[in-house]
Nanobody, 115 residues
Framework: QVQLVESGGGLVQPGGSLRLSCVVS????????MNWYRQAPGTQREWVAT???????NYPDSVKGRFTISRDNSKNTVFLQMNSLRPEDTAVYYC?????????WGQGTQVTVSS
């Protein structure tokens, strides 16, 4: 059974940084793209970052230049480094992978950016 567990969220002041982690069990991640999404209250889930199995990365304009996705296949873990955080980055952040056409999600980790 594939499980994704996020950690690293918390409360941070505007301009601060956080590093999120996503540990995957039940499947090796090395062959798969990995994604981060986020969802703020009352909004739809929003794509935040992707890293392919060849380590190519992609971001929406809203986080480009501030967020960095990375992966450590030896630890079956994906990271999201978030810098220059803004109040509008406040959301629950989810890790996601698609395996055999099925999407697997973690339980999410709350990030709150506030002074």
């Amino acid at each position: 059974q594939v499980q994704l567990v996020e950690s690293g969220g918390g409360l941070v002041q505007p301009g601060g940084s956080l590093r999120l982690s996503c540990v995957v069990s039940g499947s090796a991640i090395s062959s798969y793209a990995m994604n981060w999404y986020r969802q703020a209250p009352g909004t739809q889930r929003e794509w935040v970052a992707t890293i392919t199995n060849t380590f190519s990365t992609n971001y929406p304009d809203s986080v480009k230049g501030r967020f960095t996705i990375s992966r450590d296949n030896s630890k079956n873990t994906v990271f999201l480094q978030m810098n220059s955080l803004r109040p509008e980055d406040t959301a629950v952040y989810y890790c996601q992978m698609v395996l055999y056409f099925r999407a697997y999600w973690g339980q999410g980790t709350q990030v709150t950016v506030s002074s």
